[in-house]
């Protein structure tokens, strides 16, 4: 096998569409229903869940021996289970997703930081939806500023924890831990404290050409 092969990357390919219609709109997402052009001159009808995109922190306390990561219990309803997770959440319309990032750790957790770096980019299910999700590494926390907003709905219940990387890691191997942000960024995490180091991380300012428009 040959050593001088070009790294893998995903490639613009998009294929023709012949006709697309809108099938459902939601208040956060709308199902497109697009006739995309196959291979062999056939077309095909393809479902499209329409996303805003969003944001996942991932917040490391590396101050001691054993790192640990913020972890939120929240109740999801399309899986009806309490999933543990990281703070996250949807981009809001012309939101920078720095912006989102440190908005969303400041009303789930009540947390400002100060370092901030891309962790991972990410479709979270491509086959299905065009969801976008950039996962932040966001150290040196401390309480934000001002009260802290006041929860509602599923966020009114949730569950704050520090937990080692190590558990985490543990939990996703062993099946006990099922949010995708988690079992991306924290297997992400341990590769890179254990091989790079955070310095070969990117800037949280790095561009992210996969955001959905």
């Known amino acids: 096998m040959s050593s001088s092969a070009a790294p893998l990357a ?16 939601g208040g956060v997402v709308s199902m497109r229903v697009d006739e995309v052009a196959m291979p062999g001159s056939l077309v095909a009808k393809r479902d499209v869940l329409v996303h805003p995109g969003s944001v996942g922190i ?20 399309p899986v009806q289970r309490r999933l543990w997770e990281f703070p996250a959440g949807l981009l809001d319309e012309n939101e920078s997703a720095l912006t989102a990032a440190k908005r969303e750790l400041e009303e789930e957790a009540h947390l400002q930081a100060r370092d901030w770096r891309v962790l991972l980019d990410a479709y979270t299910s491509p086959g299905i939806s065009d969801e976008a999700v950039r996962i932040y590494l966001a150290r040196g926390v401390r309480p934000a500023d001002g009260e802290r907003r006041a929860a509602v709905h599923e966020e009114a219940d949730m569950e704050l924890r520090w937990v080692a990387l190590s ?16 079992v991306m960024g924290s297997l992400a995490l341990q590769n890179v404290l254990t091989a790079g180091g955070l310095d ?14």
């Open 200 to 213: 070969s991380l990117r800037p949280a300012t790095a561009p992210w050409r996969d955001r959905p428009a």
């Open 10 to 25: 995903d490639t613009d390919d998009a294929w023709k569409v012949f006709d697309s219609a809108t099938a459902f709109t």
């Open 167 to 182: 558990d985490v890691v543990t939990g996703v191997l062993g099946g006990r831990l099922h949010n995708p942000l988690v």
């Open 58 to 77: 991932l917040v490391l306390d590396d101050s001691e021996d054993t790192p640990k990561i913020l972890m939120l219990r929240q109740y999801r309803h």
